[in-house]
Each structure stands twice: as structure tokens, then as C-alpha cells.
């Protein structure tokens, strides 16, 4: 049984948009209001009838809460008292107060039935919003709708999310599918970078463009140069200006365009990678101390801070982390597996013999082992690759423990040979 999500771009009109834009903020503040009555009430009190029956009631007072659809105010008391379980259990923070800037509007649709999905044609299918009504979006994937529908495979129910590039609807899918069978796919060794974003053991790379046209990068800058002009005319304690909100509207569309292909760069590349690769190996590397500020203290301060701040924003861009969350269960849907090694070393070690000093990576580029009986030299991403793919054959790989990464020496694989 596999359960997973399928997100798709509504086209809703004027009035279909602030009908979904009311009811996003009446599940905001019905959340807001859950989180002042469990403030308020003694511990013997706090049970989900009493927050139920303290919803039936706010629903009737409160008249801009009746936009909100019954099944979806239930919805968030359901995640309400979710959020608190996951917090006694140690895998979250408790749950705040819910702010209008930064929270994204959601409604959410707990049942798949009601949503009565169709497609219309190739481009586009129509689903039921409740209180919205019968709206269309972008058909790219098939779904199992009509007599494709079953028990086994089906729509679960579907969330309504809206971002900087407008209102999408993100389907809950239940399908039955059969359990692959072991990947018989080569293993490889796979080294991420700035210049070069994949390179793999066996040779090949995975290399992308901007994710911003000239063009586009161009008017981004523009706008974040007016964004910061009318900023600096704002008086302290002044509300923001409508004009400085569009701009600011106008920078996260772009910006969510770049993430957009990214993720889609992002999806193609992992499945590639899952359709040939019977076993994937990566670093385990540490992306938030990767991109930590060298600003430094004003006892100590740092140095290269512009350029050190220009490579975290690099490395923010990549994603790095998000390549390997992709890439773990598309190896494992395909037969394949995943696993993770130390980071320390791979850039300087020689593939050929073995020998490792710091300063044989003359370049971005360019590796040069220095050891005199070697004298081996290649591209710098590709010997990372291949030394990533080495220590996962010496059995040095790395299983989570306690919250944390160990390494464990495993049964060889492999025996180690001289390359």
C-alpha cells in the first residue's frame, strides 16, 4: 500500500479566489482560537469533545467562521490535537499562534468523495470544492478517478494551498502496487557540487542552467532595489504600503518560479538515477553548518564575509538535502537502496592510490594526487565521486542511531582492489 501526494495548479476565478482566501483564513483563526481555549482550560478539561463542542459554538457566534466547511474545521481540530501529540512524543516544537504573514493559507478536504474528481481532457480535469464549487485544474498526472477507483486505489482527500504563484490543490493518493524486486542495477557514487550540482562515480554528471533567465534575474534585481527604496521611506511603527506589498508579491513569484524548476530538475534527475542505479551512495553532509555566517563577533571578526555569504546562498540554491530525501524513496520504490557516508576526506584523497594531502586539489576542477609514485590527475568531482562510492565498499557506512549518524563497519561488499 502507498500513500502519497500529487499537487496541481487551480484556475479559479475572482470570486472563486476569495471564496478559497476567506475560508483560509477562517481555518486560521479557528486555529488561533483552539490554541487560546487550550490556554485557558484546566488540564482534566482539555479533550477533543470539549475543543468540539467549543468549535460547534464558535461556528455559531462568529459568523465569518460558517465560510469554513464542517468537515474542514473538524480537520484542524483533528491537526490541533495532532500537533500536541507529536510534541509530548519528542518529534516537534509545541504549537504557536498562528500569524497572518507568516503562515500559508491551507484549507483542507478530508474526504476523497466529496471531491467527485473528472477529467475533462488531456490539460485539465474538474474537482467539487466545498462552498467553492466545481473548479478545473492542470491534469499531469493520471489519477485514479471514474472506474479506475476502487478501495484500493483512490483519493484519500486533498489539501487547498495557496503559494506566491497562486492557489494549488495537493491530492492524498492510495494505490495498491507490487513490491519491487531487488535493483540489479550497477552501484554508484555520487558527489555534489556548485559548479558541477551531481557528478557520479562512473564518469557522468547531472548539470543544470540558471533556474532565472537574464531577463528574469534582471527584473528581480530591479525589484529587490525598489523593494529596498520604499522600505527605507517607511517610518518606524508605520503599516506597510500596498505598493511595497506587490513588490514584494512580485519578488516571491519569481523566487517560486526558480524553486519550481529546481524541484522539477530535482525529479527528473533522481529518477533517472533510481531507474539505473541498483545502489546510490552520497556524503552525509552537514548543509546548516555548511552555511553558516562568517561574519564572526566584533571581538573576532570574520573574513570573506560577501563571498562566504555568496556560497551559502549557492548552496542553499542546490538543495542538496532535498536531492537525498527524493533520491531515498525513489531508490527504494525502484528495488534500489541508499546509503550515506562519511564526508571528511573525499575531496582530497586520490581514487587511484589512496594517498591523501590537502593541497592535491589544485582547482575547482583539477585533482592532482601529490604522492611521487602517482602523480594521478583528473577531474576533482569525479575522484570525490569515486572515493564516496569506495567508502561505502570498505564497509564505512553510516546508520542513524539515537538521532544521530555513527558509523558502522559493515560486511564488505566488495573486496578493495588498487585502481
Known amino acids: 500500500m502507498r500513500q502519497f ?32 481555549w487550550w490556554g485557558m482550560m484546566p488540564k482534566e478539561k482539555r479533550t477533543l469533545a470539549n475543543a468540539d463542542a467549543a468549535i460547534r459554538q ?22 490541533y490535537f495532532q500537533a500536541w501529540k507529536n510534541c509530548w512524543d519528542g518529534r516537534a516544537d509545541a504549537p504557536n499562534f498562528k500569524g497572518r504573514i507568516r503562515t500559508v493559507p491551507s484549507v483542507d478536504v478530508p474526504q476523497g468523495r466529496d471531491l467527485k474528481v473528472t477529467r475533462v481532457h488531456r490539460r485539465w480535469g474538474m474537482a467539487n470544492l466545498p462552498k467553492i464549487g466545481r473548479v478545473r485544474f492542470r491534469w499531469t498526472k493520471d489519477l485514479p478517478v471514474g472506474k479506475r477507483a476502487n478501495t484500493e486505489n483512490r483519493i484519500t482527500g486533498a489539501r487547498l494551498i495557496k503559494d506566491a504563484l497562486g492557489w494549488h490543490i495537493a491530492f492524498r493518493i492510495q494505490t495498491l502496487e507490487v513490491t519491487p524486486e531487488p ?27 540558471e533556474w532565472l533567465t537574464a531577463k528574469e534575474q534582471a527584473k528581480l534585481l530591479h525589484l529587490e532595489r525598489r523593494a529596498a527604496q520604499r522600505k527605507q521611506h517607511r517610518k518606524p511603527g508605520e503599516y506597510t504600503s500596498r505598493r511595497l506589498h506587490r513588490t514584494y508579491d512580485q519578488i516571491a513569484g519569481l523566487r517560486a518560479k ?4 529546481a524541484l522539477d530538475w530535482q525529479h527528473e534527475t533522481t529518477t533517472t538515477i533510481a531507474r539505473t542505479y541498483g545502489t546510490v551512495v552520497v556524503e552525509a553532509l552537514t548543509i546548516t553548518n555548511m552555511v553558516k555566517s562568517a561574519k564572526g563577533t566584533a571581538d573576532q571578526p570574520g573574513r570573506n564575509v560577501a563571498q562566504k555569504s555568496g556560497l551559502n546562498r549557492s548552496i542553499s540554491g542546490e538543495a542538496w538535502g532535498r536531492t537525498v530525501a527524493i533520491l531515498t524513496y525513489k531508490t527504494a520504490r525502484h528495488g534500489g537502496t541508499l546509503h550515506k557516508v562519511p564526508a571528511p576526506g573525499t575531496s582530497q584523497r586520490c581514487s587511484v592510490c589512496g594517498f591523501t594531502t590537502p593541497g592535491s586539489r589544485e582547482s575547482q576542477a583539477v585533482f592532482v594526487c601529490k604522492n611521487p609514485d602517482c602523480g594521478w590527475s ?9 572515493n564516496v562510492l569506495h567508502l561505502y565498499r570498505m564497509g564505512l557506512a553510516l546508520v542513524p542511531a ?3 549518524a555513527v558509523v558502522r563497519r559493515a560486511k564488505r561488499v566488495k573486496p578493495a582492489t588498487a585502481r
Open 5 to 36: 501526494g500529487h499537487r496541481a495548479r487551480l484556475s479559479l476565478s475572482c470570486a472563486e479566489v476569495l471564496k478559497a482566501d476567506g475560508q483560509a483564513h477562517a481555518a486560521r483563526t479557528m486555529w488561533n482560537l483552539l490554541h487560546a
Open 258 to 261: 526558480a524553486k519550481r524548476r
Open 183 to 209: 535493483h540489479q542495477g550497477p552501484d554508484v557514487g555520487i558527489d555534489v557540487g556548485i559548479t558541477v550540482p551531481m557528478a557520479l562515480s562512473d564518469g557522468g554528471t547531472f548539470e543544470h542552467d
Open 378 to 386: 583528473g577531474n576533482a568531482d569525479w575522484n570525490a565521486a569515486r
Open 402 to 404: 539515537a538521532g544521530r
Open 58 to 79: 464558535a461556528r455559531e457566534d462568529i459568523s465569518f467562521l460558517a465560510v469554513l466547511p464542517a468537515q474542514a474545521a473538524q480537520a484542524v481540530l483533528k491537526a
